[in-house]
């Protein structure tokens, strides 16, 4: 066979190899340049020009000198115990969580319930609970049951549910099969498979899952308090509101100083859980 030969014989084979090369480079480059000119045509849209960076930047230093010396103000207490509501919140809200996203993670793991239209259903519905963000979700229970911390609660209850969920399932997914099958061959029905085979292995993943969810929830709570649902964020606005900003900057290293902490203890958690 001659060497054009070969080449139509594999390009008989395989023509998606061989065809429309051209075609396709040039649609890569028109979605490039489209890609370019979205990305120039949103910095016009949004005036993003230098004459309003070096403005902002101006009155930025401005608000910073302002905030020097960071101070407690008249009712330092009154910040303490905001700060701990914002825990609480946090707390509560990741507990709650992670025990609702136990039997919806179990059922969304394919190793587990093999009815594939039924998977998906509860896919899309755990989509539906982590794809509206936590703000969102705040505003709604602001509304529904008012200022405080128990509309926060509720919206990382709803918001976490739904993204443990997906973490649990895919845990649950890519453990090993084979002591599954030794707790069936001892006459272990579903549920003991599950429980025997399944869990023990994902347990670590799980634990690490709902560590780093708490800490995004610290920071989170703090958000949710700025739009009425309690806790640091509501002072930290209120000092903002009224230009009180060595109170704010204050409040702003509590915080840091606060999500420091966990963030160091949760890692050093997650570590020992994920050790071999």
Known sequence: MSASQDVAAWQARMPAAFGRRGLARGLRWVLALGAVGFTLGAFVWFEMTPARFLGGLAELLRVSLLMLPPSPGEQPMELFWALLETLAMAVAGTVVAAVLAVPLGFLAARNVISLAPFRFGLRRFMDVLRGVDQLVWALIFVRAVGLGPLAGVLAIIVS????????????????????????????????????????????????????????SN??????????????????????????????????????LATVALIDWGSAALRRRLLRP
Request: charged share 20%; aromatic share 8%.
């Open 160 to 215: 976490d549910t739904g993204t443990l969920a997906k973490l649990y399932s895919e845990a649950l997914e890519n453990a090993d099969r084979r002591p599954v099958d030794g707790v069936r061959a001892a006459g272990g029905d579903g549920v003991q498979s599950a429980r025997f085979g399944l869990l023990p292995q994902a347990l670590p993943l799980i634990l690490s899952n709902i560590l780093y969810i708490f800490e």
């Open 218 to 255: 610290v920071r989170s709570s703090t958000i949710l308090g700025i739009v009425g649902a309690g806790g640091i964020g509501f002072q930290l606005s209120d000092r903002i509101r009224a230009l009180r900003w060595d109170e704010a900057a204050f409040i702003i290293l509590m915080i």
